[in-house]
């Protein structure tokens, strides 16, 4: 059985950081990409970052680049998502998502989800 547990989301100011962290069970952690979707209030949850099984390349969608940055660390099975500059617009919640896609971006390629943190950044 797959668990994806996220953690480390709160409220923060806008500016400030936070950091996430996946823990995963139940899964061979290094042959799946692992990623970050969020989903705000009504709207659609959308791509953040994930890193490749394939390569181990990371890779963002443009509104995150530059200030949040993806890791995993395979021998811990645990990812991690590193957020900068947050800003009112990041508020969602975040959710840690497990594929066996190389490169995905859409929602419909996740195999499995977790079942998300809330982040929430005040102007």
């Known amino acids: 059985q797959v668990q994806l547990v996220e953690s480390g989301g709160r409220l923060v100011q806008a500016g400030g950081s936070l950091r996430l962290s996946c823990a995963a069970s139940?899964?061979?952690?290094?042959?799946?990409?692992m990623g970050w979707f969020r989903q705000a209030p009504g709207k659609e949850r959308e791509f953040v970052a994930a890193?490749?099984?394939?390569?181990?390349?990371?890779y963002y969608a443009d509104s995150v680049k530059g200030r949040f940055t993806g890791s995993r660390v395979n021998a811990k099975n645990t990812l991690y998502l590193q957020m900068n500059s947050l800003k009112p617009e990041d508020t969602a919640v975040y959710y840690c998502?497990?594929?066996?896609?190389?490169?995905?971006?859409?929602?419909?390629?996740?195999?499995?989800w977790g079942q998300g943190t809330q982040v929430t950044v005040s102007s």
């Open positions: 139940g899964l061979t952690f290094s042959s799946y990409t």
């Open positions: 998502a497990a594929t066996r896609a190389p490169y995905p971006r859409q929602t419909n390629e996740v195999n499995y």
């Open positions: 890193i490749s099984w394939a390569d181990g390349r990371a």
